[in-house]
């Protein structure tokens, strides 16, 4: 039996056929599996690490300006400090996406995690969000970190402080993917 597609028998053209809405049209993925270290990042709005190394930068090119982006993924973030809150931020073009509504002196984060008494800590900020760039020009995603300690701080991607080459303490991994998703 044959297929008709378009008109045309046993002839399937994906790419010039239309996805219905919510359809995946495209995948793109980095992952890091080496380790980064920021430099001394103080406690105040304008000095961030922002991580734009394309280890971990995303970069996807959505194919209609009414196309959405899923950004999925993970970073594994140690720090130089205990009793302090990391403040992370996701990034579109060097602008925050994903924050929360931040009335006062409040900072638009992504998410956040405390470093509580050991500089072996690794912790796991997740990332699910979907963005509308309204673009179909290429999108770079990428993340930035600040903290909330009175104190200058320094992160690292994949590693903690404490870092020994002993069993106890471990490398990991960070990935964001992208899915450009038909609207």
Known sequence: MAITLNGTTNV???????????????VVSVTKTDTATSGAIANNQSEWWDYTDA????????????SKILVLGQVMVGC?????????QLMRGGSVIAGGASPGSRIATHSQNSYMSNTGEI???????????SSTSAVEYNIRMGHGSGSDTIFYINRSHTDSNDYSYTRTVSTLTGMEIAG
């Not at 399937?12 to 495209?26: D, E, K, N, R, Y």
Request: hydrophobic fraction near 35%; charge should be negative; aromatic fraction near 6%.
């Open 12 to 26: 399937i053209t994906p790419t010039t056929a239309v996805q219905p809405t919510g359809s995946i049209l495209q």
């Open 80 to 88: 130089d400090r205990t009793n302090i809150t990391c403040i992370f």
């Open 123 to 133: 912790l796991d900020y997740p990332i699910h969000f979907l963005d509308s760039p």
């Open 55 to 66: 280890s971990l930068k995303l970069s996807i090119t959505p194919s209609a300006t009414s």
